[in-house]
């Protein structure tokens, strides 16, 4: 047993590193949980904000929880590991694995940074438990350097416990898992995962114990398959637009046999993200490397498909408004890459409207969470206080992210406001009957 047993008399201490959209979440879920907690996080602006309780992006119902346990005390945030080194029983690390620049893999500085940051303070037996996505293979490299690099040499153990949270869900996500993968080496590791998700699993969570390999494989493939299913109806989205057939309805009908479900079957511009687009690349790098053509065979196609659904709107924009853009008024109603956060990563919205500037339209942005992060990445395109106010003298809308508040929307006195009232709903979530009633031309590409 390489890891040391808790005292009775006090709850376990949890180190969560890396304290943004994934250690965020997992940080107050531990407090939540019961367990003493210390988020470790480098970036100032994050940290300062964490510990007044407030969270450093938009995610529902982290506020209240980050703030009922800060003023508790059983959780805070520091930028110094020596706090957490020898105090925590275990160690998440939470930081980003995001796309190397140039590359499809994984850029695994981040995580490297933390072995090398916490390894040399770690002189008492401990557990190490990655849950950032990572290619397989890499939790057994990691241990090896913590062995290496850290006065406990092979006292500390490394684990992998992939997270499934969902941006816009993640506190419900993080304290109600639909299911919990242990990739560990030994009964130890396993039984300590178990006291840590104890509240879970006695609601009942199913718990997969596997080997690391496989727990990395579960993670990767989750996202492979997620990115799978919404290109296969993006593809389906486009044999509607051939044939006259809806694809919503081909989707929900799908749905309805338990076997292929509802979920993840919503025909749009395609998946964006810091997570979908980047770990389905990572994985087809990580199968490139171990040689396994199928892999990347299949996936490359999924991601080809998804990148094509952006052009889609592009050439739909070039159908509604001809070809001389300069002069033409474009309002993007969305930036987030979905509804319920202010995640820009890799958002279909902002991609779209930044192409659609560079043919020499005018474009205009509003989302209703995500304006600071969008005006960050994007700061060339104009940006408006409300959706409203986004369509004063649009020639053409385009609704790329759909949030409910656009679904409300009044397309008879956004009539008033717009130069052509023309819309894409390219999230297909608009009632096109009250759109087209009201004199708007609606198109929706899968649907008639
Ligand atoms: N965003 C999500 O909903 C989910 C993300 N994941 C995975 O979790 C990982 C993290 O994802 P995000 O939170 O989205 O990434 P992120 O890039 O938004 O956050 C990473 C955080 O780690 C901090 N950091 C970097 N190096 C550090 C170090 N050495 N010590 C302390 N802090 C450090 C950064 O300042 C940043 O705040 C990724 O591998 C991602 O694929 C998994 C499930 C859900
Ligand atoms: O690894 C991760 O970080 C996470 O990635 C996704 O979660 P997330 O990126 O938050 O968002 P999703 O709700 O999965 O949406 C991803 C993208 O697909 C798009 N999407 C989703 C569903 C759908 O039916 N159609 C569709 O186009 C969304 O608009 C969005 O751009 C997975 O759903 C999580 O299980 C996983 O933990």
Known sequence: MTQGSTPADRPLRISVIGTNYLGANTAAGMAEFGFDVIGVEIDEGRLKSLNEGRAPLYEPGLDPLLKTHTESGRLRFTNDYREIADWADVHFICVGTPQTEGSDAADLSQVNSVVDMLAPLLTQPTLVVGRSTVPVGTSAKVEQRFQTEAPAGTAIEVAWQPEFL???????????????????????????LREVFATPIADGTPVVVCNRPTAELVKGGANAFLATKISFINA???????????????????????????????????????CLPKDLRAFMARAGEIGVEEVITLLREVD?????????????????????????????????????????????????????????????????EAMDNARRVRPTLKYAASAVEACAGAHLVLHLTEWPEFRELDPNQLKSVVDSPVIVDARLSLDAATWRNAGWTYRAPGKP
């Open 304 to 368: 080809d498909i998804n990148r094509r659904r952006r052009s889609r709107i592009v050439d739909l924009t070039h159908e509604l408004l001809g070809t001389d853009w300069v002069g033409r008024n474009v309002t993007v109603l969305g930036a987030a890459f979905k509804a319920g956060t202010d995640d820009v990563r890799d958002s279909p919205a902002l991609d779209v409207a930044g192409r659609i500037q560079l043919h020499g339209a005018t474009v205009t942005v509003y989302d209703p």
């Open 236 to 274: 389906m989205a486009e044999m509607c637009d051939a044939t006259g057939a809806d694809v919503s309805q081909l989707a929900d009908a799908l749905g309805f046999d338990k076997r292929i479900g509802r979920g993840m079957l919503n025909a749009g511009p395609g998946y964006g993200g810091g």
């Open 166 to 192: 969902r941006e816009a869900h993640g506190v419900d996500d993080t304290l109600r898992p639909d299911r919990l993968v242990f990739g560990v080496q030994s009964e130890a590791a396993e039984s300590r």
